[in-house]
């Protein structure tokens, strides 16, 4: 198991920030991937009636990481900080309806077992196997 209490922190001047530009460039590129694999997925999700109610929130989620990578590429080039307080606001949505979402998909996945094993107890109590 890694120690991180033990890791050498930036040093940085109170008010400033001491960002690596290699790091944001990287991780917004990421971000960005993630967003339209995202929005692809969402789509996909959305052909189905009853499925576009999740679809739909996985389209605006990757929206939200969308918009944040480019807050983020926008802040190399400006050096306002006010863009990483906006990517760090859609970051949080990003991540809340992400979470939203996972929670409402493993309470799916435990109603799709309960009713799949009460299918098959049924089905073996009938003796129509």
Do not use: E, H
Not at 6 to 29: E, F, H, K, R, Y
Not at 54 to 66: D, E, Q, S, T, Y
């Amino acid at each position: 198991m890694t120690d991180f209490t033990n890791q050498p922190q930036p040093q940085q001047a109170s008010g400033s920030l001491n960002l690596n530009p290699a790091t944001i460039t990287s991780l917004s590129g990421w971000a960005q991937f993630i967003a339209v694999m995202n929005i692809i997925g969402g789509v996909v999700v959305c052909f189905g009636i009853i499925t576009a109610a999740i679809g739909v929130p996985i389209i605006i989620a990757g929206m939200r990481l969308f918009n944040a990578a480019n807050d983020l590429k926008q802040y190399l080039v400006t050096k306002n900080t006010g863009m990483i307080a906006s990517a760090f606001d859609k970051l949080k949505s990003y991540f809340l309806i992400n979470g939203v979402i996972m929670i409402v998909y493993f309470a799916l996945m435990i109603l799709y077992f309960i009713i799949l094993i009460i299918v098959i107890a049924a089905t073996a109590a009938s003796g129509n196997f």
